[in-house]
């Protein structure tokens, strides 16, 4: 079965820091993958997305970059974070997941990243 | 351009209640795709259902069921006897086209009191 993992689960950064954020499938081959980013209190939002290794369709201009080095492995960076980089950063893969439900998104345990 | 409204922010029930969740979606697309998820506290978003926009026969799941009508574009999703475990935020999203984009709704925040 497939299964998608992040890290760090949670993280603390003052602004101007670096960021890196991970996130790995197993179980499937050349999924899609994506990152949102949930403001507290908010909806999704769709930032990153990648069909393959080297592959990346950015949604929104930001602060944010994305690079998908292998191909189970989706990572979302930034040089200098700013405040307004605070959320939960979800990373989901795209695939069918053997149940019969057809092409779904299936999310991460996400990562909290409070920008100070 | 695509849209889904989940007008109800926050609803309360006490437990055993039957509670029924509003979706309403917007698309020009003939083909397209809803979703509904659940968050609870903890933070990862679970799948519940797809639906393809030419089935709308309704579907039950246990104490989960949704409704599907075109006519109204709708996607409500209706939790009969709601239990504590039930207290999460739900999320509806519709998808189309090249399929990577997920448009969610703001969601819809389910207390379910004891």
């Known amino acids: 079965s497939q299964t998608i993992h992040q890290w760090p689960a949670t993280l603390v950064q003052p602004v101007g820091s670096p960021l890196s954020l991970e996130c790995t499938v197993e179980?499937?081959?050349?999924?899609?993958l994506y990152w949102y980013r949930q403001a507290a209190g908010r909806g999704l939002q769709l930032l990153f997305y990648s069909v393959g290794i080297g592959q990346i369709s950015s949604e929104v201009p930001q602060n944010l970059s994305a690079s998908r080095p292998q191909d189970r492995q989706f990572i979302l960076s930034s040089k200098k974070l700013l405040l307004s980089d605070s959320g939960f950063y979800l990373c989901?893969?795209?695939?069918?997941?053997?149940?019969?439900?057809?092409?779904?998104?299936?999310f991460g345990p996400g990562t909290r990243l409070l920008v100070l | 351009a695509q849209k889904v409204t989940q007008a109800q922010t926050e609803i309360s029930v006490v437990e055993k209640e039957d509670v029924t969740l509003d979706c309403v979606y917007e698309?020009?697309?003939?083909?397209?795709?809803l979703f509904w998820y659940k968050q609870p506290p903890s933070g990862e978003l679970v799948f519940l259902i797809r639906r393809n926009s030419f089935d709308e026969q309704n579907e039950i799941s246990g104490r989960y069921s949704w409704n599907f009508q075109k006519s109204t574009s709708s996607f409500n999703f209706t939790i009969t006897a709601s239990q504590v475990v039930d207290s999460a935020v739900y999320f509806c999203?519709?998808?189309?086209?090249?399929?990577?984009?997920?448009?969610f709704g703001a969601g819809t925040r389910l207390a379910v009191h004891p």
């Open positions: 989901a893969w795209r695939g069918l997941a053997g149940n019969g439900v057809g092409e779904t998104q299936y």
């Open positions: 179980g499937t081959s050349n999924p899609n």
């Open positions: 698309t020009r697309d003939t083909t397209y795709y």
């Open positions: 999203a519709l998808t189309s086209g090249g399929y990577n984009k997920l448009i």
